[in-house]
């Protein structure tokens, strides 16, 4: 079965742009989160969705936005880009909502922003 | 609210020897913990996970955790390192209580195995 897959997997821009990142999960996953990961701020949620409803949202400023398709593949936006968006984009995708269940990662997309 | 720590930024250990990377948490109601491992440039795998029975679970790649209740830790340990397991180690509780579920991290323990 293939493994979740995250595009693209490096991207550069310039404040004040946006961007979309992709996130494709594993068949059969319709649970999907996404994390920033930082030197400095380690793993920090973003959102969930689940059946093509954001469920869960964390402590980040309405610039970054997401959603989910009903094939579950899910997209996440970030408006008016800053330095400190700088960071690697995990996305994750689990079988169900429970927390029984583990969650299982794509290999990320490196945002780097200038 | 829930929370994990892990108390070692770094683990230095000889190749072969026995390893343990530490995590203690926080939370209200059953734990439901994991964890992670992060190779280089590549997104997180899992490894185990505890959510009711045995205190000794065991995962991928000869790991095996440990849930103590009464010290509310789940230590991850393996009998005999390989310089392969150098990787940076998460732990991780799932929070169900807000109505959405997420994940918490702990700050990561990267492990050095010395050949």
């Known amino acids: 079965k293939a493994g979740v897959t995250q595009t693209p997997r490096y991207l550069i821009k310039t404040r004040g742009q946006q961007v979309t990142l992709s996130c494709s999960p594993i068949?059969?996953?319709?649970?999907v989160s996404w994390y920033q990961q930082t030197p400095g701020q380690g793993l920090q949620f973003l959102f969930e969705y689940f059946s093509e409803t954001q469920r869960n949202k964390g402590n980040f400023p309405g610039r970054f936005s997401g959603r989910q398709f009903s094939n579950s593949r899910s997209e996440m936006n970030v408006s008016t880009l800053e330095l400190g968006d700088s960071a690697l984009y995990l996305c994750?995708?689990?079988?169900?909502?429970?927390?029984?269940?583990?969650?299982?990662f794509g290999p990320g997309t490196r945002l780097t922003v200038t | 609210a829930q929370s994990v720590a892990q108390p070692e930024d770094q683990v230095n250990v000889a190749e072969g020897n026995p390893l343990t990377v530490k995590c203690t948490y926080s939370?209200?109601?059953?734990?439901?913990l994991f964890w992670y491992v992060q190779y280089p440039n590549r997104g997180l795998q899992f490894l185990l996970k505890?959510?009711?029975?045995?205190?000794l679970v065991k995962g991928s790649y000869g790991f095996e955790a440990e849930f103590n209740k009464s010290q509310t830790s789940f230590h991850l340990k393996k009998p005999s390192a390989l310089v392969s397991d150098s990787a940076l180690y998460f732990c991780?509780?799932?929070?169900?209580?807000?109505?959405?579920?997420?994940?918490?991290f702990g700050a990561g323990t990267r492990l050095f195995v010395k050949a």
């Open positions: 068949s059969g996953h319709r649970s």
């Open positions: 505890y959510i009711t029975g045995d205190n």
């Open positions: 994750a995708s689990s079988l169900g909502r429970d927390s029984v269940f583990e969650q299982y």
């Open positions: 939370v209200s109601g059953n734990p439901y």
């Open positions: 991780a509780v799932r929070d169900g209580d807000t109505g959405g579920f997420k994940t918490i």
